[in-house]
């Protein structure tokens, strides 16, 4: 069994919230790397190669792992979550030095691509 697990992340400052959007958005990589979707340098590669491609060059590699109890324990450090359906989206916003010292909230969201009810197992599990 391969289950793969690809994290996004979003970025909600004062400002952002009052327009109802988020300041930034992307995939998130090890060791914490955010890859935004947001910026210009994505915009710029968009233009180059199309949307879907330039989705392929930013998206990190996911987290593979071979069993539920693997996948979970993964996951569940960045809880409490709430349930998208196909994923998992933190409840509280992650308390980092950016939302202490500016007031941005920083949202982690799990995507699990696995048989349908391994899916379902991880994300009772979790939820």
Known sequence: M????????????????EHGD????????????????????????VKLVGRQQALVDM???????????DAVDFIERDGPFESGGEWLTQVDPSGDRAYYERG????????IDADPAVKAEIIAALV
């Not at 930034?24 to 914490?32: S, V």
């Not at 998206?59 to 109890?69: C, G, I, M, N, Y």
């Open 104 to 111: 941005e909230d920083t949202r982690l969201s799990y995507h």
């Open 59 to 69: 998206t990190p590699d996911p987290a593979v792992f071979e069993s539920v109890e």
């Open 2 to 17: 391969e289950i793969k697990v690809s994290i996004t992340y979003d970025v909600t400052t004062p400002e952002s919230a």
């Open 22 to 45: 988020h300041a930034d958005h992307g995939f998130y990589g090890p060791g914490g790397w955010k890859y935004s979707i947001a910026d210009d340098d994505f915009q710029e590669r």
